[in-house]
Structure formats: C-alpha cells, structure tokens
C-alpha cells in the first residue's frame, strides 16, 4: 500500500510569497476604476492552470513589446479582486473581516471565474445561520442575482425555501415584476409554496401584464391580439399553475376574464372537472399546494409595517439594529415600532414644524429623501426635543446619522457621534431655525424650497454624503421609534 505524503501547507504559503514578490511575471492585470485601481503582477502559468477564465483571455491576448500580457477588469473591486488571487495562488482564503456585501460580491466574480469551488464555500458560507440575515435583509436583490448568474444553486434553493414560507417576500416586492422568467417559474413549481392558487394566478398575470405595459388595466377592453401578446409571454407560466385545484368561484372570477389565454381543450376539461369530478381527463393534473395547516403568518403586506413614503420596511430593521447596536440587522421581528409624526408633504417643510410637533418627543428618527439624487439620509435623536432653545448643543452618546442603501448606494453607511458634547444643536427661531447632528448633517430652514441643509463630518465618525454642497429634499419624516410590548 503506497503513502503519499503531502506537503499542501508549505506549497500553498510558497506560491502565496510568489504572488507578493511577482519573480518573472508576464501578465498585468489592471483592476477596478481610478482613482481606485491597482495593476497586479501574475503569472500565466498559475492563472491558466487553476482558472478556466483566464485560459482563455490569455489565449485571446497577444503578449506585447515587453512579453507581458496586459488585461483589464475595472469591473470588480481591487478588495474583492485580492482574496480571489490569494485564493488562486495559495487556495485559502479568510472571510473574517469581509462585510456579507463584499462576500456576495466575491461570489458573483467567482462564478464569472468559473472558480467553482470558491463559488460553492461562498455560497455556504453566506446561508449558515450567523450570516443568513444579510440575505433575508437584501432578498430581491439576492434572488434576482441568483437567477440571472447561473450556478448559485444554493443560495437558489435557500431563496425558495423563503418563497415557499413566506411568498408575499418577493410577490409584493418592488423588484417582483423584473423577475427573470425562470425564477418565476422556479417559484410557481414549488409544490409547499404556501399560497392559494388564485394568488398565484393574479401574480403571474401581473408579471405578464408588466412585460406588455401597452395592455388596458380592463381586460374587457383588451382585442385578440392583446390576449395573444399576453399569452405569448406567459407561454412558458402558465403550465405550472394548478387550475384543477380552483373552486368553481375562482374559476369564474379569476380565470375568466381571460378565457382567451387558455387552449379550448384546457378550458373543457377544468369546467369538466368542476362539473363531473369522477370523470377522465387527458389533461395533466398537477397535485394540490402542501399547505401546512399551522400556517405561518401571511405576509399579506411584508412585515413589519412602516407608514413611510421613503424607506422600507428592510430599511427599518436596519435603523432598528443600528439603536441596539446590533452586529447583525434584525431580519424579520422588528423589536421596535416606527410611528409616524411629521411628514413635510402633508404637514409642511418648514423646520419649524418639526420643533411644533416633536416638542418634548424622544428617540425620534428624521428620514429626508434628497432632491434630484435619491439620496435617503438622517438621524438618529435619543434627547428630547425642545421648542424653545435659540441655540444650544446637546450630549448624547447614542445618535448617529445615515445614508441608506438604495439603487445608486449598494450599501448603508453609518455614522456614530463621537464628540458627545456636539451630537445634538437646536436652534428654534421663526425665521432661522435649526436642528442639526454635529456637523455631519445639518438641516435648515424650509428643507423643500431652500437649500441650506449640508452633511460634513464635524463630531461624527464620518461623512455620510459624498459632497458638501447645499440641498434640499423631495420628502422628510420624522418618526418615534418605541419599544414594542
């Protein structure tokens, strides 16, 4: 019987060095945009011989002047783009100090890089219970990635067994109707999707009807051709749903009015059914939907539900984690009650109205949504409001100020007070009031017709806006944020 001894450990610490002291290397690699970007030195031979992607680039690219193929991925981060070489060089890699975001990134690029071991530890990784909340707080955006980047079976299977649980998760989301075709289908499939049939059926013609925008909202005033239009997109749906599992009531409200999508054969045999249950059909019938008869909460709208017309309810559990000083954001159990006090649509823009109504109010939150950018910033307020100060700081430990994740920021920040004497100034005035955090978010004045509102970093960790210029806002709320019962 032979021994092979095997000396992984030394190779791996060996090649590593490689890569920090790039001895003979003949392939630059310039990564990410400036003014962030960083050129690698590596070694064909290392990259083609572990990564199939490189293979072929490298056989696509001519070596120049100097015999160095020069590449560039300004695509992926400089800090992403680092684990994956160690990983390709050493075959280790750490993810202590990586954020989930990073993580997920890491992952997608690793599946671009066909790396398909990497690709499976990540997604692992990422659905173990300690970091399965970053997931839950981001699963539009994960589950829309999972499907249009192939391969991430895991976290597929993860993402249905959330769909089949609790489907109004990405039914009611904003992000529903862009669904890929094949996650819709993926989802509709499930056989413990816990969700009567009806429902199941108004979402796949609302997904339809959101790829035709041309249709009327009435069906009755639809022509052929519109029903036709309908039906060719939804050609690969509407097999998968379980029209022999409707009462006769749902069957004539929900499905009739769009008779014509159905092939007559189909439609014969669904009346027949309801008619003459006993008698044969030749049409296939899907079993019935596992409902569990211990139902789970029905998410009928997501939960917890927050009376604002800026942030979500993914939104609040971040804010609420951020109070706790949690390390993980709540996922679905929001600990705390947002309810809502001021909103300048409906009660004004004035600063003033703020210091009106939230006279001696406590643990408020302000929430602005900035005009023209999209930003969503704010504060985080433990001291009571005064009406009466004419300008006066006040101590906190505990405040912050935000900017929230939307679609041009892919992750929150954060920002602590951490000069306590100047986390709080009030200033009340009828002609020039002002609430500020520090310097790192300063409101003034009417916040929709004036722009005197900034965000510095004066007494905070850090700058929650990339600039220093004035703003204004499209929308602000203020609201108190209470322990719930």
Not at 149 to 169: E, S, V
């Amino acid at each position: 019987m032979k021994v092979i001894a095997k000396f992984y450990d030394r190779l791996s610490n060996d090649l590593t060095q490689l890569l920090e002291n790039p001895i003979d290397y003949n392939v630059t690699i310039e990564v990410g945009e400036a003014p962030d970007n960083q050129i690698f030195e590596v070694h064909s031979y290392i990259l083609q011989t572990r990564c199939s992607y490189f293979k072929k680039k490298f056989n696509e690219t001519s070596f120049n002047e100097n015999n160095v193929k020069v590449l560039k991925m300004t695509n992926i981060s400089v800090k992403v783009f680092n684990v994956i070489i160690k990983y390709i060089y050493g075959g280790t890699i750490s993810l202590e100090n990586l954020e989930n975001s990073i993580i997920f990134d890491l992952l997608t690029y690793s599946n671009e890089l066909d790396l398909d071991e990497l690709v499976e530890h990540l997604q692992t990784h990422l659905v173990n219970t300690n970091n399965a909340s970053w997931l839950k707080l981001n699963f539009a955006q994960v589950y829309q990635t999972c499907y249009q980047t192939k391969n991430l079976d895991i976290i597929q299977k993860f993402c249905n067994n959330i769909i089949a649980k609790h489907p109004n998760t990405i039914f009611e989301s904003e992000k529903f109707i862009s669904l890929p075709e094949d996650a819709l289908i993926s989802i509709i499939k499930l056989d413990d999707l816990q969700l009567d049939e009806d429902k199941i059926w108004d979402y796949v013609i609302q997904w339809g009807k959101s790829k035709n925008p041309t249709l009327p909202a009435n069906p009755d005033e639809w022509t052929s051709d519109d029903f036709i239009a309908l039906k060719t997109t939804l050609k690969n749906c509407l097999p998968h749903v379980r029209y022999f599992n409707m009462s006769s009531e749902k069957v004539l409200e929900k499905l009739w009015p769009y008779l014509q999508l159905f092939e007559p054969k189909l439609w014969l045999e669904i009346n027949t059914k309801l008619l003459v249950p006993e008698k044969p059909i030749s049409s296939t019938i899907l079993p019935p939907r596992k409902i569990l008869s211990a139902t789970l909460p029905t998410r009928t709208t997501p939960i917890p539900s927050i009376p604002s017309n800026i942030i979500t309810n993914e939104h609040s559990l971040e804010l609420s984690s951020w109070i706790d000083r949690k390390e993980t954001t709540y996922t679905e159990n929001n600990p705390y009650e947002f309810k809502l006090l001021v909103r300048g649509s409906r009660d004004g823009f004035g600063l003033k109205t703020i210091y009106d109504i939230c006279d001696q109010v406590s643990d408020t939150i302000i929430i602005a949504k900035v005009e023209d950018t999209g930003e969503i910033i704010g504060g985080y307020n433990p001291l009571e409001m005064r009406n009466n100060i004419k300008g006066k700081w006040y101590s906190s430990q505990d405040s912050f100020v935000f900017s929230l994740k939307t679609e041009n920021l892919k992750n929150s920040i954060i920002s602590r007070v951490k000069d306590f004497g100047f986390a709080i100034y009030y200033r009340f005035d009828s002609n020039n009031s002002w609430l500020q955090f520090g310097g790192a978010l300063n409101l003034g004045g009417n916040l929709k017709t004036e722009k005197k509102s900034r965000c510095k970093t004066h007494s905070y960790e850090k700058s929650i806006r990339s600039n220093s210029n004035g703003f204004s806002v499209e929308e602000f709320e203020v609201f108190k944020v209470s322990p719930k019962n």
